[in-house]
């Protein structure tokens, strides 16, 4: 399985960005998908994440900016960024809890998408 990131750049203070990741691969289902972010010199974090059934968690810092969602018959979930601030600036990565045609399961990262935001 990989997953797929897009959609990072560089953007002002202010605007928005929508980031992409899709899954391929032999997959049977996805329990919950999420978006984490590092900035440089701190550790990952959750931004949010979001269950088959369409369940939404948000990290508090990102209620009310930031919106996930996903289509389950794309395997890909989205997170639509509004109103950026500098502080935002980091590498995004996807996760995914995935259950192969196996029936095995495994928690699948994303390589990540650079998302800056910056005069």
């Known amino acids: 399985v990989q997953l797929a990131e897009s959609g990072g750049g560089l953007v002002q203070p202010g605007e928005s960005l929508r980031l992409s990741c899709a899954a391929s691969g032999s997959i049977f289902s996805i329990n919950t998908m999420g978006w984490y972010r590092q900035a440089p010199g701190k550790e990952r974090e959750l931004v949010a994440t979001?269950?088959?059934?369409?369940?939404?968690n948000y990290a508090d810092s990102m209620k009310g900016r930031f919106t996930i969602s996903r289509d389950n018959a794309k395997n890909t979930v989205y997170l639509q960024m509004n109103n950026l601030k500098p502080e935002d600036t980091a590498v995004y990565y996807c996760?995914?809890?995935?259950?192969?045609?196996?029936?095995?399961?495994?928690?699948?990262w994303g390589q990540g998408t650079l998302v800056t935001v910056s005069l």
């Open positions: 996760n995914a809890g995935v259950i192969f045609t196996s029936r095995a399961y495994v928690e699948v």
């Open positions: 979001i269950t088959h059934g369409g369940y939404e």
